[in-house]
């Protein structure tokens, strides 16, 4: 099967647009030969600690799923068996939710893991890693649980052990109120990967919005280890791009979301490029995105619809969101994105540096967790004045 590049919606566009030719990517006839996995990665640049059960509180700091999918992605990679306790005991449902369930059997099944405390509402979890198998893989989260999360505890391990291409699908969610929906990563999680050396492809066939779920993502990683970067200014802002979607919905509710859109950015001056689009799927929903491109760098806000809510306040929500990034002069990572990339860096030889609109609690807890599996130095230096605050990495 070949996907064919386009300029149709984000459901059939492959988000990787540096790839050149006819082809994004092609079915492989088959993935059995694959080579042992190669651990050389960490092992040349010395960052992993010796091996030995690391033990985690997973009520400290941001107090959810992070550490437990951060774990997962370190464990398979380092080798390292963890247990975790009070997994999300900070939420109102504590315990593994399905969408976290999803991760550990993923992870288990990529890396022969051998797994005690993987069921729904379990609040220990151990977890310990075998070797990793990098191939294709089907997961159907059975919920509206995100898929974004799932593909982003798999990838370093897929793509720093692959010997060749790897799809992944993912049935689900792929719009998601508490975790990054498919606009984002498909902009900016991916550009940012592209700019560390890392390079994936998605399509998303069909739309999953809470409560039934049933949306489908599909992944290409390429094998590839992450290099380090600098991204210590964003320069200026070259475009602002708006796409308003529906799913089961009628298409006036996109058309209001990028009517408020464009009237609160007119006072800003700025004119954005619009577009509609409308999804397939299982359940109806609405969402909006917003990309503000600099170049060499950017983000991606999302509004997400829900029960009772007007498309004005979706705008709202993603408009305020990207304003209060553009307010931090030199920012150029957006909050979204600093915890995301600090990991891949942290696996990078080097020293990594960007800036940040926003120190988060996601971001601590994720230089928190990185630190029991690495001896990889973090640091987090706080805004001064109007300067963007600053991530050092190595």
Same mark, same amino acid.
């Given at each position: 099967?070949?996907?064919?590049?386009?300029?149709?919606?984000?459901?059939?566009?492959?988000?990787?647009?540096?790839?050149?030719?006819?082809?994004?990517?092609?079915?492989?006839?088959g993935?059995?030969?694959?080579?042992?996995?190669?651990?050389?990665?960490?092992?040349s640049?010395?960052?992993?600690?010796?091996?030995?059960?690391?033990?985690?509180?997973?009520s400290?700091?941001?107090?959810?799923?992070?550490?437990?999918?951060?774990?997962?992605?370190?464990?398979?990679?380092?080798?390292?068996?963890f247990?975790?306790?009070?997994?999300?005991?900070?939420?109102?449902?504590?315990?593994?939710?399905?969408?976290? @369930?999803?991760?550990?059997? +993923?992870?288990?099944?990529?890396?022969?893991? #051998?797994?005690?405390? !993987? &069921?729904? %509402?379990?609040?220990?979890?151990?977890?310990?890693?075998?070797?990793?198998?990098?191939?294709?893989?089907?997961?159907?989260?059975?919920?509206?649980?995100?898929?974004?999360?799932?593909?982003?505890?798999?990838?370093?391990?897929?793509?720093?052990?692959a010997?060749?291409?790897?799809?992944?699908?993912?049935?689900?969610?792929?719009?998601?109120?508490?975790?990054?929906?498919?606009?984002?990563?498909?902009?900016?999680?991916?550009?940012?990967?592209?700019?560390?050396?890392?390079?994936?492809g998605?399509?998303?066939?069909?739309?999953?919005?809470?409560?039934?779920?049933?949306?489908?993502?599909?992944?290409?990683?390429?094998?590839?280890?992450?290099?380090?970067?600098?991204?210590?200014?964003?320069?200026?802002?070259?475009?602002?791009?708006?796409?308003?979607?529906?799913c089961? @919905?009628?298409?006036?509710? +996109?058309?209001?979301?990028?009517?408020?859109? #464009?009237?609160?950015? !007119? &006072?800003? %001056?700025?004119v954005?490029?619009?577009?509609?689009?409308?999804?397939?799927?299982?359940?109806?929903?609405?969402?909006?995105?917003?990309?503000?491109?600099?170049?060499?760098?950017?983000g991606?806000?999302?509004?997400?619809g829900?029960?009772?809510?007007?498309?004005?306040?979706?705008?709202?929500?993603?408009?305020?969101?990207?304003?209060?990034?553009?307010?931090?002069?030199?920012?150029?990572?957006?909050?979204?994105?600093?915890?995301?990339?600090?990991?891949?860096?942290?696996?990078?030889?080097?020293?990594?540096?960007?800036?940040?609109?926003?120190?988060?609690?996601?971001?601590?807890?994720?230089?928190?967790?990185?630190?029991?599996?690495?001896?990889?130095?973090?640091?987090?230096h706080?805004?001064?004045?109007?300067?963007?605050?600053?991530?050092?990495?190595?």
């Open positions: 099967m070949d996907w064919q590049p386009s300029q149709a919606d984000w459901g059939h566009t492959p988000s990787d647009r540096h790839y050149s030719g006819g082809k994004l990517w092609v079915t492989h006839a993935h059995g030969g694959l080579g042992a996995p190669h651990r050389g990665a960490l092992e640049n010395r960052v992993a600690k010796p091996l030995g059960m690391v033990n985690l509180d997973g400290k700091g941001e107090g959810g799923g992070q550490i437990l999918r951060t774990a997962l992605t370190l464990s398979l990679l380092t080798g390292r068996p247990q975790i306790s009070q997994i999300r005991a900070n939420r109102d449902r504590p315990g593994l939710r399905p969408q976290h @369930l999803a991760a550990v059997q +993923a992870a288990a099944e990529l890396g022969h893991a #051998e797994v005690s405390g !993987a &069921s729904v %509402g379990s609040r220990t979890l151990t977890f310990r890693p075998g070797t990793v198998d990098a191939r294709d893989l089907t997961i159907d989260i059975g919920t509206a649980g995100a898929t974004a999360l799932v593909l982003q505890t798999l990838h370093l391990p897929i793509a720093m052990n010997e060749s291409g790897v799809r992944l699908v993912l049935e689900g969610g792929t719009f998601n109120l508490a975790a990054p929906s498919f606009p984002f990563i498909a902009e900016t999680w991916c550009a940012h990967l592209r700019r560390l050396g890392l390079r994936v998605l399509a998303m066939p069909s739309a999953g919005f809470y409560p039934t779920g049933g949306g489908r993502l599909e992944a290409w990683i390429e094998p590839g280890t992450p290099q380090a970067i600098v991204l210590d200014s964003r320069g200026p802002l070259v475009a602002v791009r708006v796409e308003a979607g529906v089961q @919905l009628d298409r006036g509710i +996109a058309e209001r979301m990028i009517a408020r859109v #464009e009237e609160r950015l !007119a &006072s800003r %001056g700025i954005p490029e619009v577009r509609i689009v409308e999804w397939t799927g299982r359940s109806p929903g609405a969402a909006v995105s917003i990309v503000a491109d600099h170049g060499s760098t950017g991606n806000f999302v509004g997400l829900e029960r009772g809510k007007s498309a004005e306040l979706v705008a709202d929500d993603a408009v305020d969101e990207l304003l209060a990034y553009l307010g931090v002069p030199d920012a150029a990572v957006d909050p979204h994105s600093a915890d995301q990339l600090l990991l891949p860096l942290a696996l990078a030889e080097g020293r990594s540096v960007f800036t940040v609109s926003e120190i988060t609690g996601h971001l601590r807890t994720n230089v928190a967790t990185i630190a029991a599996f690495l001896d990889r130095p973090i640091e987090i706080e805004s001064v004045n109007d300067r963007p605050a600053r991530v050092v990495v190595g």
